[in-house]
């Protein structure tokens, strides 16, 4: 039997730590009025160092989680989570899922004019040729570049994605894709965001693909679509769960979300 949601429903969005964050902001740009439940399993990040079996069970508990809270879609905002979990995931919950990786690719296939595209993330990420896999299965006219920028997410956790530093790691790392004709690069991990004008001052003539805006736009269409779009004439809520308090919380949770994080809340999920 097909679950029935509610346009009043709440929206929800996970990821492994708080680059999430940068997602969620997004998606509360792209869709004002709608309510949503972000959950940032910080006890367990990051995701790229454990087994896929591990990264879908705490998965699969996030989504228990959700469908308690009766969330009309959930956004695994989570680029490790979108690769390994997403399929089993979609088997086995009736809550409509959207992964951070097939909106981007489904964008650049169909805006990239040059066919040849970068994609930048973690070690883990780009090793698990989450990307190449997508763009091999959905287009075989797109060259795909990749490349891991591990010292990224250290850099910008430490509050230097705009400084010297910063400008002198990237250099290193986007070098090779001044030397190719690409013209999108998709920034595959939710951090980069952050440290976006830096790599744009690096490779000028090229537009970056942010997960948060395309993810957003595919969340949209499917809520029109369905009739499930929020109308009413206030503007959504904002509840944030966390799995643990890291160090540094507040001050890297306002930075990555652009405002203040209130009311978070701790929550144990097994």
């Known amino acids: ?15 492994s730590g708080l680059g999430g964050l940068t997602v969620l902001k997004s998606l509360v740009n792209i869709l004002p009025k709608e309510s949503f439940i972000y959950f940032g399993d910080t006890a367990h990040v990051p995701y ?33 989570a ?7 995931l979609k088997k086995e919950y009736s809550i409509p899922l959207f992964d951070v990786v097939s909106p981007s690719v489904e964008f650049v296939i169909q805006n990239s ?36 920028c591990p010292l990224f997410v250290p850099v910008i956790e430490e509050g230097w994605a705009n400084t010297s530093i910063a400008r002198e790691i990237a250099e290193i790392y986007l070098k090779e894709f001044k ?6 690069l998709i920034l595959g991990c ?41 109308t009413s004439s206030s503007s959504g809520n904002i ?10 919380f507040n001050e890297l949770g306002g930075c990555f979300f652009g405002r203040k994080l209130r009311n978070v809340k701790h929550i144990f999920l097994a």
Do not use: R, W
């Not at 039997?1 to 990821?15: E, L």
């Not at 930048?120 to 959905?138: E, V």
């Not at 030397?179 to 999108?184: L, Q, S, T, W, Y």
């Not at 769960?241 to 160090?247: A, G, H, I, L, R």
């Open 48 to 80: 790229g160092a454990k087994s896929v079996d591990t990264v879908i069970k705490y998965s699969q508990n996030i989504l228990d989680f959700f469908s308690k809270q009766q969330t009309k879609a959930v956004v695994i905002a989570c680029n490790t």
């Open 113 to 148: 004019k040059t066919k040849n595209v970068g994609v930048i993330g973690t070690t883990n990420t780009i090793n698990s040729n989450a990307y190449s896999k997508q763009f091999k299965d959905k287009s075989k006219k797109i060259s795909v570049f990749e490349k891991a």
């Open 190 to 230: 939710t951090h980069y965001s952050i440290m976006a004008d830096t790599i744009q001052s690096l490779l000028p003539g090229v537009q970056m693909v942010f997960s948060g805006e395309t993810v957003g736009q595919k969340l949209f269409g499917y809520l029109k679509k369905n009739h499930l779009i929020n």
């Open 82 to 88: 979108s690769a390994v979990a997403y399929d089993t």
């Open 239 to 248: 509840d944030f769960y966390v799995s643990d308090f890291p160090q540094k």
């Open 1 to 15: 039997m097909k679950t029935k949601f509610s346009p009043n429903s709440p929206i929800g969005i996970f990821d």
């Open 179 to 184: 030397e190719i004709n690409v013209d999108k």
